[in-house]
């Protein structure tokens, strides 16, 4: 049995596993007391080494991003920043901004690199939004 945290069959596994006991129409209403309770019988009879919260954090993480950490910080460490900017990629941000005025940040960075204009950081977004384009966040 593997004993890094970041592996991501471990962390899939112990999802999958709460996944499959809660049942899928329960996923995201389900109580403080029963998710404790899944949590640390999963601890105790599969992943011993690893902690409860630690195991917690995983579940709200999948919740939220729809992937385990370690699939998400994998994808974040496979982009690499672009930093040489052109005129087409201030058109691009500002089509997504046009079509889309109610997104954060970073999911302007993800429609950034989606449409092909590069992982831009979030304080260039920014500053690209308030300086060239003039608009207010």
Known sequence: MPRTINATHVQRKVIEYIAAVIGPEHVFNETY??????????????????????????WKIVLMYGSTQAEWISRRKERTYTTNSRQRHTDTLKEIIDNYP????????????????????????WKKLKQKLLYSL
């Open 33 to 58: 007391g029963i998710l404790e309770s899944i949590f640390r019988n999963y601890k105790k009879d599969f992943v011993p080494f690893h902690h409860v919260s630690t195991i917690r954090r995983w």
């Open 102 to 125: 109610n997104l954060y940040l970073d999911e302007i960075q993800d429609r950034m690199d989606e449409a092909g204009a590069g992982w831009w950081s979030r304080t260039t977004l």
